[in-house]
C-alpha cells in the first residue's frame, strides 16, 4: 500500500472500470462519471489517467469487437486487474478505518 | 445515419502526434462523443466540441508515450551508429576537422556576441528599486536650431533647484538625488597630492541605488556638507590599508577644505549607468546657492524614487505644475524672445523621465555610457551571417562527404533499414560532429573573451549561469545544424533504388553541384564584410592622418589646476616665462578648453538674427604654438591694449556673416548696444577644431577675460627631437614652480584621436568578423576544392597521360572556383556599399571618397586567399603520378 498511491481521479476512473466491467472504455467511463457522480470530465484526462493506470498495473487492456458504431473504430476496454481491486479494498479500507477515529457523537448534538 | 462527419484535418493532426497503439481506441471515443454531442447540440457545437476534445489530447501523458516507443525501436542501432560515426570521423580525419572547426569557431563567435547583446540588455539591472526609480528630462523647444521635424531638444541636464522642489512638494516620490558626475578637483593628503574625479550626490543617492555600502550608515550619510564617500580604491591610495572612516581629507575645489571620509562604497559594476570613485554632497558644487535660484541654468542630472504603487500620471502632472510655478515667467519671455514666432500652444519646456533600467539603449537623450540598440542589431547580424557561413559549410562537407557513402546506404536499404531509419543514423552522426564543435566552440569562447572584452570596451565576465545559457544557445544552434547537415543528405541518398547502386552503375563521383550556390553565398558573405571593413579601416586611415589645419604632434595639454580664476591665467604666464630659457621647449600657449576637452558654444543676436560661434580664450602665443594658419590680418598682441576686445575669426564665422572685408568689420557677439562690438583683427584658416564628424562651424578666438574667461588649459609645444625629455623637463619646471598642484597631462594628438574610439571600436569588431568569416569560408572551400580534387583524380591521370602540363591542370580545377568568387563579389560589391554609405559614413561630414579602387583591391585580395586555399589540393593533384591514379583501372 506505502508504495504505490492513487490521486482522487485516478480511484475515481478504477471504480468506474470496475462498475462498467466489460463495457469500460474511455467514453463509457466519461458517461459514466457524469451519470453516477455528476461531474462533467474530459475525455483525454481519462484516456490518460486509464494509461497511467494501466502502467501502475491495475488495469490491462484489450481491443473490442469491431461495430458499426463509432465509424467501426474498435474500443480499448479495460479491466481490473486484481492488483487494481486490491488496491481499490486498501483504500476503502483505510479511509473507513480513519472514518471511525471522527468522534461521532458530534453529529447528535446538532 | 453517419452523415456528418468531424472535421478531418483535426484527425490527422491528432492522429500525427498520437501514438500509434493507441490511436483506433482514442479516435473511436472522440467519434462516438461527436456523434452523442451531434444528436444532443447540433452539428456546429458538435464540431467546435470535436476540436477542443481532440486538442485537449495534446498533453504530455499521451504525447510522452510516443517518444518512447519510438527510441525503443531505434535503440537497437544506436551503437551500431556511434561506431559507424566514430570510423567515419576517423577515416576522413581531416574533412571532420575543418568542419568540426569552422562550426566551432562561427559557434564562438555567435556566442559572444550573445554575451555582448546580453549585457547591453542586463545594464543597470541590479538595482533592487530599478522599477522605481527614474531619470528625469527635459524637453524643450529649441529656439536655436530650427529643426522643423523635431524643435524639441531633450536632455537629462535640469536645473539645481527641482531636486529640492521635488523632495518638497510631491507627494508620491520617495527618494530624490542630484548626480553630477565628471570634475575633476585636486585632493591632498599628507604628501599625496591627485587630482580626483569626483560625483556630487545627494543623501537619498544611497538609499536609493544598490551600491552596497562596506562601510557607512545609508541612513546618516551627508547630513554634513564636509563629508566624503570614498570606493576602496580612493581609500588604499590615500590611506593606505588604515581604516579611512573618520580621516580628514583636504579638497580644493575654488577654496580648500577639509573633508571627513564617513563612508566606503562598493564600486560601480560595469553594468552600470551611473558611475564615481569619489562621492561628495552636492552642496559642495561650484556657485551652489546662485544655481539653486536660477532655473534658467540646466547643469543637473536629477533622478527620483517613487513610492510603491505611485501613479505616474500625477506625478507627471506635478511636473507639469512645477513649470508653471516656478519657470512660467522666464518661459514667457524665451517665447517672446525668440527669432522665429511660437505658436502658443507649443509648450516651451516640459519634464519627462526615463526608466532606470531603460537610460542605457535610450540615444534619445545623451548620456555617458548610451549605447544605440542597432549595434546590438547590426552585431547579432553579423553573428548570424557568419553562424550561416558556417553552417552553410558544415552542410555542404556534410553532403559532398556523405555521396561517397552511397553503397553503404544501398547496403542498409537492402538489409532492411527503413528511410526514417537513415534520417535517424545521419542525424545522429551529424550531431555528435556539432556536440564536439560545440564543446569546442565554448573553449574557444573562454579563450577570446579577454580580447573580446577590450575590443568593445565591456567587463564581461563567464558566470556558471552565463555558461549554461550559452550551452543551451549554442546546444539549439547546435541541432538545428546537425539536423540540417544530417537529414538533408540521407534524404537524398535514400532516394536511390539500392540495386542500381549496388550494381555499380553509378560513378563513384561526388556530387558537388548543389553545393555551388551555397559556395557563392558564404563566398558573398565574406567578401561584404571585407569590403565593410576595408572600407571603415579606409576611413579611420583618412581621420587620423588628415590634416586638420593645426598642428598636434609633440603638444602637452595641461589643466593649471587652478580652475575658473584669475589665478590660471598667472599660472599660465609663470609658466611661460620660466619656460623661456628652456631649449626643450618650444611654445608654451594658454586657452580656455584644449579640444576634445569641452568647449563653449555662445549665442546671441546680430541686427535681429539669431547667431551662434565656438568661442576660445586665446592667447597671442596660441596660434603660432598650434601652427595655425592665419589667413588675413594679424595675431593678437599684447602690447596694444585694444587687443584685449579684439577677436580673430574663422572663414566659417566670415562666411556666416556674408563679410566680404572681414578686416574692416566688428562682431557684436555680446549684443552690445552702445558700442559695434569686438573689432576683428585676423581671418584664420579653416582647422578642426570640432570632431570630423562636424562641418566647419562659426569660431572665433578672443583675450577678453572678463566676457570670454580665462585660460584654464596650458598647451606646451616640446621639441621634436626628444618627446619624453621634454616631458620630464616640463614635469621638473611645474613641480619647481607649483609643488602643492597635481601634474596632470595629455597628449594632444591622443585627446583628438580619443573622438574616434568608438569608430576605432568599430573597425575592430568587423575586423574580428570579417577575420573569422574568411577563415570560416576558406576552410569551407579548401574542402570542397578537396573533394573536387579526389573527384577529378583519374581525370587528371588521363589528362597528363594525354600530356598536359602542370599549368593546364592547375587552371582547369581552379577555374571554377575563380567564377564562383567573381560572382559572389558582384553580388556583395553593391551590398556592401549601400552598408557603409548608409549606416557608417553618414555620422561623417568628412568622408574618405569611395574609389572604384577600394573593391578591387578587396576583391583581389579575397581572390588571392580563395586561390591559395584552393591551390593546394589543385597542386597536389597535378603533380600526381598518373601511373598511381590509372592503374587500377
Same mark, same amino acid.
Given at each position: 500500500m506505502s508504495k504505490e498511491f492513487l490521486g482522487e481521479f485516478e480511484e475515481l476512473v478504477l471504480t468506474m472500470a470496475g462498475i462498467l466491467?466489460?463495457?469500460?472504455?474511455g467514453n463509457a467511463i466519461v458517461n459514466e462519471i457524469k451519470q453516477r457522480v455528476g461531474r462533467e470530465v474530459n475525455l483525454s484526462a481519462v484516456h490518460v489517467t486509464l494509461y497511467r493506470l494501466e502502467d501502475k498495473g491495475f488495469v490491462k487492456s484489450k481491443m473490442g469487437g469491431a461495430t458499426n458504431q463509432r465509424g467501426g473504430r474498435r474500443k480499448r476496454i479495460f479491466t481490473v486487474t486484481n492488483a487494481g481491486l486490491a488496491m481499490l479494498r486498501t483504500m476503502k479500507e483505510a479511509r473507513m478505518d480513519l472514518w471511525k477515529?471522527?468522534?461521532?457523537l458530534k453529529i447528535a448534538g446538532s | 445515419m453517419n452523415e456528418v462527419s468531424p472535421p478531418g484535418w483535426a484527425i490527422r493532426f491528432l492522429q500525427r502526434v498520437c501514438p500509434a497503439h493507441l490511436w483506433e481506441g482514442i479516435e473511436g471515443d472522440l467519434l462516438e462523443q461527436f456523434q452523442a454531442d451531434v444528436e444532443e447540440l447540433g452539428v456546429t457545437r458538435a464540431k467546435g466540441r470535436f476540436i477542443w476534445n481532440a486538442f485537449r489530447f495534446v498533453r504530455p501523458g499521451i504525447i510522452l508515450r510516443n517518444r518512447i516507443s519510438n527510441t525503443f525501436i531505434s535503440s537497437i542501432m544506436v551503437t551500431n551508429y556511434f561506431k559507424v560515426a566514430a570510423r567515419n570521423i576517423q577515416k576522413r580525419k581531416f574533412y571532420s576537422f575543418i568542419n568540426a572547426f569552422g562550426l566551432s569557431i562561427g559557434l564562438a563567435f555567435c556566442m559572444l556576441i550573445v554575451l555582448y547583446i546580453q549585457d547591453e540588455r542586463e545594464? /543597470?539591472?541590479?538595482?533592487?528599486?530599478k522599477d522605481r526609480i527614474y531619470r528625469i528630462e527635459e524637453k524643450s523647444f529649441d529656439t536655436?536650431?530650427?529643426?522643423?521635424? /523635431?524643435?524639441f531638444r531633450r536632455s537629462a541636464w535640469l536645473q539645481a533647484g527641482l531636486a529640492p522642489v521635488i523632495k518638497a512638494e510631491f507627494p508620491e516620490v520617495e527618494y530624490v538625488t542630484r548626480y553630477n558626475d565628471g570634475n575633476r578637483v585636486i585632493f591632498r593628503y599628507e604628501d599625496k597630492v591627485f587630482t580626483e574625479r569626483v560625483t556630487y550626490v545627494d543623501q537619498d543617492f544611497f538609499k536609493m541605488f544598490t551600491f552596497p555600502l562596506l562601510k557607512g550608515n545609508a541612513d546618516r550619510l551627508f547630513q554634513d556638507k564636509l563629508e566624503v564617500v570614498i570606493t576602496p580604491e580612493i581609500a588604499t591610495k590615500y590611506f593606505g590599508d588604515v581604516d579611512p572612516i573618520g580621516k580628514t581629507i583636504e579638497i580644493e575645489n575654488e577654496g580648500k577644505s577639509l573633508f571627513t571620509v564617513t563612508g566606503v562604497i562598493t564600486p560601480p559594476p560595469a553594468q552600470s549607468s551611473l558611475s564615481y570613485a569619489v562621492l561628495l554632497p552636492q552642496?559642495?558644487?561650484?556657485n551652489y546657492q546662485r544655481n539653486l535660484e536660477n532655473w534658467g541654468n540646466f547643469g543637473t542630472p536629477t533622478f527620483v524614487q517613487l513610492r510603491q504603487n505611485a501613479n505616474l500620471e500625477s506625478f507627471k502632472s506635478n511636473l507639469d505644475h512645477a513649470i508653471d510655478k516656478y519657470m512660467s515667467d522666464r518661459l514667457e519671455r524665451w517665447r517672446k524672445e525668440a527669432v522665429v514666432p511660437i505658436s502658443p500652444d507649443v509648450k516651451m519646456l516640459e519634464y519627462e523621465y526615463t526608466a532606470l533600467p531603460e537610460i542605457h539603449l535610450n540615444t534619445a537623450i545623451s548620456w555617458d555610457k548610451v549605447s544605440d540598440p542597432q549595434y546590438s542589431i547590426i552585431l547579432g547580424g553579423i553573428a548570424l551571417l557568419i553562424i550561416l557561413i558556417a553552417c552553410i559549410n558544415y552542410i555542404s562537407l556534410s553532403l559532398t562527404t556523405s555521396t561517397s557513402r552511397r553503397i553503404e546506404v544501398g547496403i542498409r536499404k537492402v538489409v532492411g533499414a527503413q528511410q526514417s531509419q537513415l534520417v535517424y543514423q545521419f542525424t545522429v552522426e551529424s550531431l555528435i560532429l556539432a556536440v564536439i564543435s560545440m564543446v569546442f566552440g565554448l573553449g574557444l569562447v573562454v579563450l577570446f573573451l579577454p580580447y573580446f572584452n577590450e575590443f568593445t570596451n565591456k567587463g564581461i565576465a563567464l558566470t556558471g549561469s552565463k555558461i549554461v545559457q550559452l550551452l543551451s544557445v549554442g546546444l539549439v544552434l547546435m541541432i538545428i545544424t546537425g539536423m540540417l547537415a544530417g537529414s538533408y543528405p540521407s534524404w537524398f541518398l535514400s532516394r536511390f533504388k539500392p540495386a542500381s547502386v549496388l550494381k555499380g552503375g553509378f560513378t563513384s563521383r561526388l556530387q558537388a553541384g548543389f553545393t555551388k550556390p551555397l559556395v557563392v553565398l558564404q563566398f558573398a558573405l565574406s567578401a561584404f564584410l571585407i569590403i565593410s571593413s576595408v572600407m571603415m579601416y579606409r576611413q579611420m586611415q583618412f581621420i587620423t592622418t588628415k590634416d586638420l589645419g593645426y598642428n598636434q604632434d609633440q603638444i602637452l595639454v595641461i589643466p593649471t589646476q587652478a580652475g575658473w580664476s584669475e589665478e590660471s591665467d598667472r599660472v599660465v604666464d609663470q609658466f611661460r616665462i620660466r619656460a623661456q630659457s628652456e631649449p626643450l621647449i618650444v611654445s608654451v600657449a594658454g586657452t580656455s578648453s584644449s579640444f576634445n576637452q569641452g568647449f563653449s558654444r555662445y549665442g546671441f543676436k546680430i541686427n535681429g538674427e539669431q547667431k551662434s560661434a565656438y568661442v576660445y580664450a586665446a592667447d597671442p602665443q596660441y596660434i603660432p604654438t598650434l601652427g595655425i594658419h592665419l589667413l588675413e590680418g594679424r595675431n593678437f598682441d599684447?602690447?596694444?591694449?585694444?587687443d584685449s576686445d579684439a577677436v580673430i575669426v574663422n572663414e566659417a564665422l566670415v562666411r556666416d556673416m556674408k563679410w566680404t572685408d572681414p578686416l574692416n568689420q566688428y562682431y557684436n557677439w555680446r549684443e552690445d548696444t552702445v558700442g559695434m562690438g569686438s573689432r576683428v583683427i585676423g581671418v584664420v584658416k579653416d582647422y578642426h577644431f570640432l570632431s570630423l564628424e562636424e562641418k566647419y562651424e562659426p569660431m572665433f578666438l578672443s583675450m577678453d577675460k572678463h566676457n570670454v574667461g580665462y585660460r584654464t588649459t596650458l598647451l606646451v609645444k616640446v621639441a621634436s627631437a626628444d618627446v619624453t625629455a621634454g616631458l620630464d623637463r616640463v614635469k621638473a619646471l611645474w613641480q619647481q614652480l607649483f609643488p602643492d598642484k597635481p601634474f596632470d597631462y595629455t597628449f594632444l594628438d591622443d585627446d583628438v584621436a580619443k573622438q574616434y574610439s568608438r569608430y576605432k571600436r568599430w573597425m575592430n569588431i568587423m575586423g574580428l568578423s570579417t577575420g573569422f568569416a574568411i577563415l570560416i569560408s576558406c576552410l569551407g572551400l579548401f574542402g570542397l576544392a578537396g573533394i573536387n580534387a579526389v573527384n577529378r583524380t583519374k581525370e587528371i591521370g588521363i589528362r597528363k597521360v594525354m600530356g598536359a602540363d602542370l599549368q593546364t591542370i592547375f587552371f582547369l580545377l581552379n577555374k571554377q572556383f575563380v567564377i564562383l568568387a567573381i560572382l559572389a563579389f558582384s553580388l556583395a560589391a553593391p551590398l556592401s556599399w549601400w552598408f557603409i554609405t548608409q549606416w557608417y559614413m553618414k555620422d561623417f561630414t568628412f568622408q574618405v571618397p569611395l574609389t572604384w579602387e577600394l573593391f578591387a583591391i578587396s576583391m583581389i585580395t579575397g581572390l588571392i586567399l580563395a586561390l591559395a586555399t584552393v591551390s593546394y589540393h589543385a597542386i597536389k593533384a597535378a603533380l600526381l603520378n598518373p601511373a598511381d591514379t590509372l592503374k587500377y583501372e
Open positions: 466491467q466489460d463495457e469500460a472504455y477515529l471522527i468522534p461521532q | 545594464f /543597470d539591472q541590479f538595482h533592487a528599486n536655436w536650431q530650427h529643426d522643423s521635424a /523635431d524643435p552642496e559642495n558644487r561650484n599684447e602690447n596694444i591694449p585694444a
